[in-house]
């Protein structure tokens, strides 16, 4: 079971202290927020295409780094970084090869209701447009870093660039800048 596997490991890292080279303050140091996709690839690999270590900076993750209006939740997060601890830019990193690119709403219905979902179950969620995913990556990072750069909620002198991350190389293009 992978729950046991991981408690055991981590008895085992507490035992060795090897979290002895992470501890950090809370603040993030580069007053920088990354928000991103959540593709498995980027886990280790964007800190270290981006050379930031733990401390440096905030990360917020959701399917493909893309935010479906002023009020998605993730803002919510970007703003409580903004306004209470400390953060003052924002880069939005995408990726080229994400899967959110081929994840459909009416496909994503089809499958809640396969799975044995019925109107009862979907009744308060719009959820072909909810569960849409992406048209393309470039794309969604451009509409991402415009939906934060015209947010009225944010504060004025936040800077917000947007990037492109190749997951196989950790190559960065910038994209809005
Ligand atoms: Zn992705």
Not at 98 to 108: K, N
Not at 110 to 120: C, E, P, Q
Not at 129 to 153: F, M, Y
Request: charged content about 25%; aromatic content about 8%; glycine content about 8%.
């Amino acid at each position: 079971m992978l729950l046991n596997e991981i408690l055991v490991y981590n008895k085992n890292f507490l035992e060795k202290k090897e979290y002895m080279p992470y501890q950090s303050g809370k603040v993030a140091q580069k007053q920088l927020l990354v928000f991103t996709c959540m593709d498995t690839r980027l886990t280790e690999l964007l800190h270290k295409a981006m050379g930031l270590h733990g401390g440096d900076a905030k990360f917020v993750k959701n399917a493909g780094a893309s935010l479906i209006g002023y009020q998605d939740d993730t803002i919510r997060s970007i703003l409580i970084a903004l306004y209470a601890l400390s953060i003052n830019q924002i880069f939005v990193v995408g990726h080229y090869d994400c899967a959110m690119e081929r994840v459909h709403g009416e496909e994503m219905e089809a499958m809640l209701r396969s799975s044995g979902m019925t109107d009862k179950d979907t009744k308060d969620f719009s959820v072909s447009s909810w569960l849409q995913g992406i048209s393309g990556a470039k794309e969604n990072v451009e509409n991402s870093v415009h939906i934060l750069r015209t947010h009225p909620l944010l504060p004025k002198d936040t800077k917000v660039y947007g990037l492109l991350i190749d997951p196989a190389t950790g190559r960065l293009d910038p994209v809005v800048t």
